[in-house]
Protein backbone atom coordinates (compact mmCIF):
# COMPACT_ATOMS: atom_id res chain seq x y z
CA UNK A 1 0.00 0.00 0.00
CA UNK A 2 1.33 3.60 -0.51
CA UNK A 3 1.86 5.15 2.47
CA UNK A 4 1.40 9.30 2.63
CA UNK A 5 3.03 11.85 4.95
CA UNK A 6 2.29 15.54 5.54
CA UNK A 7 4.07 18.42 6.77
CA UNK A 8 1.89 18.17 9.98
CA UNK A 9 3.23 14.35 10.52
CA UNK A 10 6.86 15.21 10.14
CA UNK A 11 6.72 18.98 12.27
CA UNK A 12 5.21 16.35 15.12
CA UNK A 13 7.96 14.01 14.49
CA UNK A 14 10.25 16.15 15.01
CA UNK A 15 8.91 18.20 17.84
CA UNK A 16 7.98 14.84 20.30
CA UNK A 17 8.13 11.20 18.62
CA UNK A 18 6.21 10.33 21.03
CA UNK A 19 3.31 12.20 20.69
CA UNK A 20 4.05 11.48 16.68
CA UNK A 21 3.52 7.79 17.66
CA UNK A 22 0.25 7.81 19.64
CA UNK A 23 -1.33 10.75 17.13
CA UNK A 24 -0.41 9.11 13.85
CA UNK A 25 0.60 5.46 14.57
CA UNK A 26 -1.69 4.52 17.58
CA UNK A 27 -4.43 7.04 15.96
CA UNK A 28 -5.23 8.10 19.56
CA UNK A 29 -6.58 11.99 19.29
CA UNK A 30 -5.71 14.40 21.60
CA UNK A 31 -8.39 14.83 24.43
CA UNK A 32 -8.25 18.88 24.38
CA UNK A 33 -7.84 21.22 21.84
CA UNK A 34 -6.07 24.61 22.79
CA UNK A 35 -7.61 28.10 22.69
CA UNK A 36 -5.24 29.63 20.06
CA UNK A 37 -6.09 26.30 17.53
CA UNK A 38 -9.59 26.75 18.28
CA UNK A 39 -9.86 30.34 17.21
CA UNK A 40 -7.46 29.93 14.35
CA UNK A 41 -10.00 26.90 13.62
CA UNK A 42 -12.84 29.24 13.72
CA UNK A 43 -10.67 32.12 12.21
CA UNK A 44 -9.95 30.07 9.20
CA UNK A 45 -14.02 28.82 8.55
CA UNK A 46 -15.23 32.27 8.57
CA UNK A 47 -12.24 33.16 5.75
CA UNK A 48 -13.36 30.37 3.74
CA UNK A 49 -17.06 31.14 4.10
CA UNK A 50 -16.26 34.51 2.73
CA UNK A 51 -14.40 33.40 -0.39
CA UNK A 52 -16.85 30.78 -0.97
CA UNK A 53 -19.61 33.38 -0.61
CA UNK A 54 -17.58 35.59 -3.02
CA UNK A 55 -17.57 32.73 -5.83
CA UNK A 56 -20.99 32.03 -5.69
CA UNK A 57 -21.78 35.77 -6.48
CA UNK A 58 -22.45 37.18 -3.15
CA UNK A 59 -20.07 39.60 -1.06
CA UNK A 60 -20.76 39.97 2.72
CA UNK A 61 -20.54 42.85 4.58
CA UNK A 62 -18.95 43.98 7.60
CA UNK A 63 -22.09 42.80 9.86
CA UNK A 64 -22.17 39.26 8.07
CA UNK A 65 -19.15 38.84 8.47
CA UNK A 66 -18.94 39.16 12.32
CA UNK A 67 -22.41 37.18 12.66
CA UNK A 68 -21.15 34.00 10.62
CA UNK A 69 -17.83 34.35 13.04
CA UNK A 70 -19.84 34.23 16.05
CA UNK A 71 -22.43 31.16 14.22
CA UNK A 72 -19.26 29.43 13.70
CA UNK A 73 -17.71 30.51 17.24
CA UNK A 74 -20.85 29.19 19.34
CA UNK A 75 -21.53 25.75 17.09
CA UNK A 76 -18.24 24.43 17.13
CA UNK A 77 -17.23 25.50 21.12
CA UNK A 78 -20.37 23.52 22.43
CA UNK A 79 -18.29 20.51 21.32
CA UNK A 80 -15.09 20.83 21.87
CA UNK A 81 -13.10 20.68 25.12
CA UNK A 82 -10.90 23.64 24.82
CA UNK A 83 -8.44 24.71 26.83
CA UNK A 84 -6.96 28.23 27.97
CA UNK A 85 -3.37 28.09 28.73
CA UNK A 86 -2.78 31.27 29.73
CA UNK A 87 -3.77 32.57 33.18
CA UNK A 88 -5.47 35.61 33.66
CA UNK A 89 -6.73 34.93 30.15
CA UNK A 90 -10.44 33.46 29.37
CA UNK A 91 -12.27 32.44 25.84
CA UNK A 92 -13.63 35.58 25.58
CA UNK A 93 -10.11 37.50 25.10
CA UNK A 94 -9.26 35.07 22.33
CA UNK A 95 -13.18 35.09 20.74
CA UNK A 96 -12.89 39.24 20.95
CA UNK A 97 -9.53 39.42 19.45
CA UNK A 98 -9.44 36.63 16.74
CA UNK A 99 -13.00 37.94 15.61
CA UNK A 100 -11.51 42.16 15.20
CA UNK A 101 -9.20 40.38 13.40
CA UNK A 102 -11.28 38.76 11.04
CA UNK A 103 -13.45 41.88 10.27
CA UNK A 104 -10.30 44.11 10.08
CA UNK A 105 -9.91 41.20 7.32
CA UNK A 106 -12.31 41.68 5.44
CA UNK A 107 -11.94 45.16 5.52
CA UNK A 108 -8.28 45.75 4.44
CA UNK A 109 -7.97 42.70 2.48
CA UNK A 110 -11.06 40.90 1.36
CA UNK A 111 -12.78 43.66 0.36
CA UNK A 112 -10.36 45.35 -1.86
CA UNK A 113 -8.77 41.02 -3.50
CA UNK A 114 -9.80 41.24 -6.78
CA UNK A 115 -7.80 38.09 -7.57
CA UNK A 116 -9.80 34.80 -9.06
CA UNK A 117 -10.00 31.81 -6.50
CA UNK A 118 -8.84 28.57 -8.32
CA UNK A 119 -8.57 26.56 -5.28
CA UNK A 120 -9.92 26.68 -1.32
CA UNK A 121 -9.10 24.21 1.61
CA UNK A 122 -8.37 21.93 -0.92
CA UNK A 123 -5.86 18.83 -0.96
CA UNK A 124 -2.52 19.24 -2.76
CA UNK A 125 -0.03 16.44 -3.37
CA UNK A 126 3.42 15.63 -4.52
CA UNK A 127 4.95 12.12 -5.51
CA UNK A 128 8.51 11.65 -3.27
CA UNK A 129 9.94 8.32 -4.24
CA UNK A 130 6.97 6.55 -3.96
CA UNK A 131 5.46 8.33 -1.32
CA UNK A 132 2.46 10.90 -1.43
CA UNK A 133 3.31 14.04 0.27
CA UNK A 134 0.20 15.76 1.09
CA UNK A 135 -1.80 18.76 2.74
CA UNK A 136 -4.50 21.12 2.33
CA UNK A 137 -3.58 24.93 1.45
CA UNK A 138 -5.95 27.41 2.68
CA UNK A 139 -6.44 29.53 -0.55
CA UNK A 140 -5.15 29.41 -3.88
CA UNK A 141 -5.52 32.78 -6.05
CA UNK A 142 -4.75 34.24 -9.53
CA UNK A 143 -4.70 37.52 -10.64
CA UNK A 144 -3.83 37.89 -13.80
CA UNK A 145 -0.67 35.90 -14.92
CA UNK A 146 0.50 35.31 -11.13
CA UNK A 147 -0.81 32.18 -8.81
CA UNK A 148 -0.35 32.77 -5.21
CA UNK A 149 -0.43 29.92 -2.52
CA UNK A 150 -1.58 31.58 0.49
CA UNK A 151 -2.08 30.38 4.55
CA UNK A 152 -3.96 32.28 6.82
CA UNK A 153 -2.31 32.73 10.22
CA UNK A 154 -3.38 33.86 13.28
CA UNK A 155 -0.46 33.38 15.71
CA UNK A 156 0.85 36.53 17.34
CA UNK A 157 4.76 36.06 15.98
CA UNK A 158 6.06 35.92 12.01
CA UNK A 159 8.66 34.20 10.61
CA UNK A 160 11.16 34.74 8.37
CA UNK A 161 11.41 33.44 4.75
CA UNK A 162 14.11 30.98 5.29
CA UNK A 163 12.80 30.05 8.56
CA UNK A 164 11.29 26.13 9.21
CA UNK A 165 7.61 27.52 8.71
CA UNK A 166 7.68 28.39 5.20
CA UNK A 167 8.49 24.97 4.45
CA UNK A 168 4.88 23.62 4.50
CA UNK A 169 3.86 26.48 2.53
CA UNK A 170 6.71 26.02 -0.11
CA UNK A 171 5.84 22.44 -0.19
CA UNK A 172 2.31 22.97 -0.99
CA UNK A 173 3.52 25.92 -3.66
CA UNK A 174 5.89 22.40 -5.45
CA UNK A 175 3.30 20.33 -5.69
CA UNK A 176 0.77 22.55 -7.27
CA UNK A 177 3.85 23.57 -9.73
CA UNK A 178 4.47 19.65 -10.26
CA UNK A 179 0.53 18.85 -10.79
CA UNK A 180 0.05 22.02 -13.34
CA UNK A 181 2.82 22.57 -14.88
CA UNK A 182 3.82 25.65 -13.86
CA UNK A 183 7.08 27.11 -13.62
CA UNK A 184 6.73 29.75 -10.53
CA UNK A 185 4.51 30.72 -8.18
CA UNK A 186 3.85 33.56 -5.02
CA UNK A 187 3.62 31.75 -1.75
CA UNK A 188 2.16 34.53 0.94
CA UNK A 189 1.44 34.59 4.43
CA UNK A 190 -1.45 36.53 5.47
CA UNK A 191 -0.81 37.18 9.37
CA UNK A 192 -4.65 38.23 9.92
CA UNK A 193 -4.19 39.12 14.25
CA UNK A 194 -0.34 40.95 13.33
CA UNK A 195 -2.51 42.77 9.85
CA UNK A 196 1.16 41.13 8.19
CA UNK A 197 2.08 40.07 4.80
CA UNK A 198 4.65 38.62 3.82
CA UNK A 199 5.42 37.03 0.10
CA UNK A 200 8.24 35.14 -1.71
CA UNK A 201 8.69 33.65 -5.00
CA UNK A 202 9.03 30.09 -6.01
CA UNK A 203 10.91 29.04 -9.67
Known amino acids: MREHFSYSQLN ?16 IPWPTTSIEAFSGSVAHETIEWLYRQRISGTSP ?13 SRD ?9 R ?3 NQTHYRNEVKRAVI ?4 AIFQ ?26 DRIAKSGSKITVIDYKTSRSTQGADDDD ?4 RAYAVAFMATNLIENVDICYEYIVLGETYRATIN
Open 12 to 27: SFKGCKKAYWYRYVEN
Open 61 to 73: DRKKTERQFNAFW
Open 77 to 85: IKKTDVVVP
Open 87 to 89: QGI
Open 104 to 107: DFHS
Open 112 to 137: LDRSETIMLEEKVSIDIDGNEYIGFV
Open 166 to 169: WLQL
